[in-house]
């Protein structure tokens, strides 16, 4: 199954450094995209300035403070480039790596691949974080999370010669 891909086409974290963070995340493996609420700070050795992450769960989908995980798609394994292909799709980050994510803020614009949403979009008008996933999914009822994106439209990413199905959304509770 495809992984996640995601532009960030008008967003606040490419010029406000602190809306930038690093995490780990230990319970499995992560994509671009993904939806995470940021925990206290790693103790691990050499994980200075990293939070530990945790996925959405039911009692903190209106508290929690998310962050999307946006990380450059070029697997290093040991230090050293591995894999690396051109095709993003194919990207996921490894339980236990440390990895870059942003703060949405309000009127921030995104780009996300259709794999990279779940559930079913129907009549739903907005993607927000779920119960134990890290896919923002659709839903109609936005009133009990603390991050929330609206469906601006369909498009595309051209990945290679091909033309990846995608959604364009609008950041409108964060």
């Known amino acids: 199954m495809a992984k996640s891909v ?5 967003v606040a974290a490419k010029n406000i450094d602190s809306l930038n963070k690093s995490g ?17 700070k790693s103790t691990t050795d050499g994980q200075k300035d990293v939070y530990t992450v945790a996925l ?5 989908l209106d508290s929690a403070d998310f962050f999307i995980v946006y990380e450059a798609p070029v697997p290093v394994v040991g230090g050293k480039y591995k894999g690396i292909t051109d095709d993003p799709r194919e990207f996921e980050i490894p339980a236990g790596t440390v990895f870059n ?14 794999d990279g949403i779940g559930g079913t979009k129907g009549s739903n008008t907005h993607v927000a974080p779920a119960n134990g996933t890290g896919k923002l999914t659709w839903t109609s009822d936005i009133s009990g999370v603390s991050l ?20 364009r959304f609008r950041v409108v509770k964060a």
Not at 6 to 10: D, G, K
Not at 56 to 60: A, I, L, N, R
């Open 24 to 40: 780990v995340y230990a319970g499995g493996a992560l994509e671009n995209g993904h939806v995470v609420a940021i925990g206290a």
């Open 6 to 10: 995601v532009i960030l086409a008008s």
């Open 101 to 114: 994510m942003f703060k949405p803020t309000k009127e921030d614009e995104i780009i996300i691949s259709a």
């Open 148 to 167: 929330a994106l609206v469906y601006e439209g369909d498009t595309f990413i051209s990945i290679g010669n091909e033309r990846v199905a995608a959604y």
């Open 56 to 60: 959405p769960e039911t009692d903190t």
